[in-house]
T-cell receptor, first 115, second 113 residues
Framework: DAGITQSPRHKVTETGTPVTLRCHQT?????MYWYRQDPGHGLRLIHY???????DKGEVSDGYSVSRSKTEDFLLTLESATSSQTSVYFC??????????????FGPGTRLTVT | GQQLNQSPQSMFIQEGEDVSMNCTSS?????WLWYKQDPGEGPVLLIA?????ELTSNGRLTAQFGITRKDSFLNISASIPSDVGIYFC?????????????FGKGTHLIIQP
């Protein structure tokens, strides 16, 4: 298994509160990603990072921000959580390599419920 | 944005049967990946395909990158109970570096003993 951990694994929060999810990797991979998974939508990219302090938006970035101050950590923040952000969030990583950069490996997920 | 159509949505099969599923895209990809996800866990990479026409196997699994670069197929031979789960295709068209994958909505495989 790729060395990826996510914390917390489960969280219940109230509408309007800030929430930060953490992804930690021990593989020293360059690229990191945040996805959300919802019934009927599959997995959708929120943000990704191509190096320390280098991030870019994905398909569903509204309402989310990210930060990467160290290679091993990628944080996803919901500034003011809404019920539509109830979802399972997955972190993924991939290497810096001309070919296998496209092979992404996923963490165990964080189940977030916004009440 | 790019869209992937994955079919079938679900499959009910008998143990020992072969399984086939596919994904089609509205645009071309230069990478196809197949993942399996078990309940409560993250997707696990099964097979990666990088060239049109490529056929790659991983044990009882075989996947193909379609010639048109708009489709991919996954076959599972002689299914066993642990094959149960959701299978996702994912595609990527990238000019360099790494970008987010576009995922199909999954094929839910259910095996009856």
């Amino acid at each position: 298994d790729a060395g990826i951990t996510q914390s917390p694994r489960h969280k219940v929060t109230e509408t309007g509160t800030p929430v930060t999810l953490r992804c930690h990797q021990t593989e020293n991979h360059r690229y990191m990603y945040w996805y959300r998974q919802d019934p009927g939508h599959g997995l959708r990219l929120i943000h990704y990072s191509y190096g320390v302090k280098d991030t870019d938006k994905g398909e569903v970035s509204d309402g989310y921000s990210v930060s990467r101050s160290k290679t091993e950590d990628f944080l996803l923040t919901l500034e003011s959580a809404t019920s539509s952000q109830t979802s399972v969030y997955f972190c993924a990583i991939s290497e810096s390599h001309p070919v296998v950069a496209y092979e992404q490996y996923f963490g165990p997920g964080t189940r977030l419920t916004v009440t | 944005g790019q869209q992937l159509n994955q079919s079938p949505q679900s499959m009910f099969i008998q143990e020992g049967e072969d399984v086939s599923m596919n994904c089609t895209s509205s645009s071309i990809f230069n990478t196809w990946l197949w993942y399996k996800q078990d309940p409560g866990e993250g997707p696990v990479l099964l097979i990666a395909l990088y060239k049109a026409g490529e056929l790659t196997s991983n044990g009882r699994l075989t996947a193909q990158f379609g010639i048109t670069r708009k489709d991919s197929f996954l076959n599972i031979s002689a299914s066993i109970p642990s094959d149960v789960g959701i299978y996702f295709c994912a595609g990527l068209f990238s000019g360099g570096g790494a970008d987010g994958l576009t995922f199909g909505k999954g094929t839910h495989l259910i095996i009856q003993p």
